[in-house]
């Protein structure tokens, strides 16, 4: 049995436990409530670990790339630098992504993989993770070669799940989303993300254009109801900014999850998502990180602020997001998000034993007075102290240094992008 106490302890779905103690055995959590530990952590709180509604681990090190280019040239350069990669560079970018994400108190993500090296390298370093492979096109056929060779040279396990991610509904037909979804397996995509992307769906139009060769054909129709005879339960769907009344009350209805990510939204112009609309209407929202080839970074905290800034901002509305209901986004909503709530989200009895460790100590929010404000306004990736997968301490700020390493393959990946970038 393994015990962990701080000043305080954010179960998510009970009231903040002042002075809490969290014990487990065997990656399970057997209680949480008051007591304390041997092991206390002072000016502390005890989270649940992070759950990401999205990320790229493979672009870990794409940060800055295209910036203050529209939707369109930013995914051409993106694709162009992405291009020059080896597998074994794609690789070493995975794992900095993994550590740069447990660093942050993330214990799980959902990650779309262009390459497959963010399953092995969840794997090998203890983050949980679904991992949906990439395939795009429109066929099929070729569809499922493309799943079935980024499938090859990986294995589930305990703590890694595969998926399939149809990219996008301009660059995945519906035959291709429909392959995807009878796999019986999670799945992934973009969906309206710019107005981009329903300029081309709708007319053939905009900067997409000049990624014609490449793209699905037009459809007509936004890119909402592009996808309308396979929008479920079952296919996570990450962004949603360009999506109007009748699209999100579409969304709801069909039960369809969103992960959203205010940063990335806001840093390649597309928007602000109007979460508090698609809250309302009952859908499964998350918070996801994206990567930092659009928002810079994996840090969990820097996405809650923004999630509040852009909520309250876009509803004129202090009240439109608080400072728990930010935490609750980038824990339980989630893991609901994922269909992962029976497992991870919260702390409970019978969960997994994923939790972080942040300290207080110093913010400005410290002493507290709302635990729940300290943690999301006044937290960030230095400020993790512990960072504890299915049991396991998987990260530990006092021994950052030993990924050292890590970080220096993948930072040689991102230079050689620099100098041979076409
Ligand atoms: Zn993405």
Same mark, same amino acid.
């Given at each position: 049995?393994t015990?962990l106490?701080?000043?305080w302890v954010?179960p998510?779905?009970?009231?903040?436990?002042?002075g809490?103690?969290v014990r487990?055995e065997?990656?399970?959590?057997?209680?949480?409530g008051?007591g304390?530990?041997?092991?206390?952590?002072?000016?502390?709180?005890?989270?649940?670990?992070?759950?990401?509604a999205?990320?790229h681990?493979?672009?870990?090190?794409?940060?800055g790339?295209?910036?203050?280019?529209?939707?369109?040239?930013?995914i051409e350069t993106?694709?162009?630098r992405?291009?020059?990669?080896?597998?074994?560079e794609?690789?070493?970018?995975?794992?900095?992504?993994?550590?740069?994400?447990?660093?942050?108190?993330?214990t799980?993500?959902?990650d779309?993989?262009?390459?497959?090296?963010?399953?092995?390298a969840c794997?090998?370093l203890?983050?949980?993770?679904?991992?949906?492979l990439?395939?795009?096109?429109?066929?099929?056929e070729?569809?499922?070669?493309q799943?079935e060779?980024?499938?090859e040279t990986?294995?589930?396990?305990?703590?890694?799940?595969?998926?399939?991610?149809p990219?996008?509904?301009y660059s995945?037909s519906?035959?291709?989303?429909?392959?995807?979804?009878?796999?019986g397996?999670?799945?992934g995509?973009?969906?309206?993300?710019?107005?981009?992307?329903?300029?081309?769906?709708?007319?053939?139009?905009g900067?997409?254009?000049?990624?014609?060769?490449?793209? #699905?054909?037009?459809?007509?129709?936004?890119?909402v109801?592009?996808?309308?005879?396979v929008?479920g339960?079952?296919?996570?769907c990450?962004?949603?900014?360009?999506?109007?009344?009748?699209?999100?009350?579409?969304?709801?209805?069909?039960?369809?999850?969103?992960?959203?990510?205010?940063?990335?939204?806001?840093?390649?112009?597309c928007?602000?998502?109007?979460?508090?609309?698609?809250?309302?209407?009952?859908?499964?929202?998350g918070?996801g990180?994206?990567?930092?080839?659009?928002a810079?970074s994996?840090?969990?905290f820097?996405?809650?602020?923004?999630?509040?800034y852009?909520a309250?901002?876009?509803?004129?509305r202090?009240?439109?997001l608080?400072?728990?209901d930010?935490?609750?986004l980038?824990t339980?909503?989630?893991? #609901?998000?994922?269909?992962?709530?029976?497992?991870?989200?919260?702390?409970?009895?019978?969960?997994?034993a994923d939790?972080?460790?942040?300290?207080?100590?110093?913010?400005?929010?410290?002493?507290?007075?709302?635990p729940?404000?300290?943690?999301?306004?006044?937290g960030?990736?230095?400020?993790v102290l512990?960072?504890?997968v299915?049991?396991?301490?998987?990260?530990?700020?006092?021994?950052?240094?030993?990924?050292?390493?890590?970080?220096?393959?993948?930072?040689?990946?991102?230079s050689?992008?620099?100098?041979?970038?076409?």
């Amino acid at each position: 049995m393994t015990e962990l106490s701080a000043d305080w302890v954010l179960p998510v779905d009970a009231p903040p436990v002042e002075g809490g103690l969290v014990r487990f055995e065997d990656g399970a959590i057997v209680s949480v409530g008051p007591g304390r530990a041997e092991r206390h952590f002072a000016n502390a709180a005890i989270v649940p670990g992070f759950v990401n509604a999205h990320s790229h681990l493979e672009y870990a090190v794409y940060a800055g790339f295209g910036d203050g280019t529209s939707f369109g040239p930013w995914i051409e350069t993106h694709m162009q630098r992405k291009g020059i990669l080896e597998r074994d560079e794609m690789h070493a970018i995975a794992r900095c992504g993994v550590v740069d994400s447990l660093a942050s108190g993330i214990t799980t993500t959902a990650d779309y993989s262009f390459s497959g090296a963010a399953a092995t390298a969840c794997a090998e370093l203890g983050l949980r993770a679904t991992v949906y492979l990439e395939v795009f096109g429109g066929s099929a056929e070729d569809a499922q070669r493309q799943f079935e060779e980024k499938l090859e040279t990986l294995e589930e396990n305990v703590l890694v799940r595969l998926g399939v991610s149809p990219h996008a509904p301009y660059s995945c037909s519906l035959e291709v989303y429909a392959w995807c979804l009878s796999l019986g397996i999670p799945v992934g995509t973009h969906l309206a993300e710019s107005a981009n992307e329903n300029d081309w769906l709708e007319h053939g139009a905009g900067p997409l254009s000049a990624l014609a060769t490449v793209l #699905q054909p037009p459809t007509g129709l936004r890119a909402v109801a592009s996808l309308e005879p396979v929008l479920g339960p079952d296919l996570l769907c990450a962004h949603c900014v360009e999506v109007n009344e009748v699209e999100i009350a579409l969304l709801a209805e069909r039960d369809v999850p969103v992960a959203h990510c205010p940063r990335s939204n806001a840093l390649l112009g597309c928007g602000v998502a109007p979460l508090t609309a698609l809250r309302e209407s009952g859908i499964r929202v998350g918070l996801g990180t994206d990567s930092p080839a659009s928002a810079p970074s994996f840090d969990v905290f820097e996405e809650m602020r923004a999630a509040v800034y852009t909520a309250r901002g876009r509803e004129r509305r202090a009240d439109a997001l608080s400072a728990t209901d930010a935490l609750r986004l980038a824990t339980a909503g989630a893991a #609901q998000a994922l269909q992962m709530d029976d497992l991870v989200g919260t702390l409970a009895t019978g969960k997994r034993a994923d939790l972080a460790v942040v300290s207080l100590a110093g913010s400005p929010y410290h002493p507290v007075e709302d635990p729940a404000a300290a943690v999301v306004f006044g937290g960030s990736p230095d400020r993790v102290l512990e960072v504890i997968v299915d049991g396991k301490t998987r990260y530990q700020r006092e021994e950052e240094v030993k990924w050292q390493e890590v970080r220096s393959i993948a930072s040689a990946a991102r230079s050689r992008m620099l100098v041979q970038q076409p």
